[in-house]
């Protein structure tokens, strides 16, 4: 199986990528991504960015991308990379394997803010650490990356 999630399992519970692929296909899951789908509520992938719909500026606030671009220079390029391509410092030393690059995935602000409040696979919740405005400000930062990515 070539998804670089599957590195997880194998390097943190000691499992071969073909275990975790039969395992998931007896399970009747087409891949990691499939599995992980069901696990995250469809209402997720449709939550709205209080600050584009309270305060439209927002959006378009070169402040707040700013901030963003800061906040995530400061909690997420160690692993998702400056690019937000998965080629962070730790990803690059192999100290953590399977940080996908936003280009690779499907994902929403309302998806973004979710796995920023409640973690995701290795990536544990930043909830203690930005607060609602910051994690919003950081959504709008790696939607911007991901625009660039494509």
């Known amino acids: 199986m070539t998804d670089k999630t599957l590195d997880f399992s194998k390097r943190h519970i000691?499992?071969?990528d073909s275990d975790v692929?039969?395992?998931l296909h007896d399970l009747g899951y087409q891949n990691v991504d499939t599995f992980f789908k069901e696990?995250?509520?469809d209402s997720i992938f449709n939550l709205d960015n209080p600050f584009m719909t309270k305060l439209l500026a927002?959006?378009?606030?070169?402040?707040n991308l700013k901030k963003g671009k800061e906040l995530y220079g400061v909690y997420c390029a160690v692993c998702h990379g400056n690019k937000g391509n998965g080629q962070g410092i730790l990803m690059t030393r192999e100290k953590y394997l399977g940080v996908p690059s936003y280009a690779?995935?499907?994902i929403t602000e309302g998806s973004i803010y979710h796995v920023i409040f409640y973690g995701?696979?290795?990536m544990g919740s930043h909830a203690s650490q930005v607060n609602e405005e910051e994690r919003w400000q950081i959504t709008q930062y790696v939607m911007e990356l991901r625009s660039k990515l494509k």
């Open 21 to 23: 692929e039969h395992i």
């Open 120 to 122: 995701r696979n290795a």
């Open 14 to 16: 000691g499992l071969k």
């Open 39 to 41: 696990l995250v509520p």
């Open 104 to 106: 690779d995935r499907e």
């Open 58 to 63: 927002i959006e378009f606030n070169e402040e």
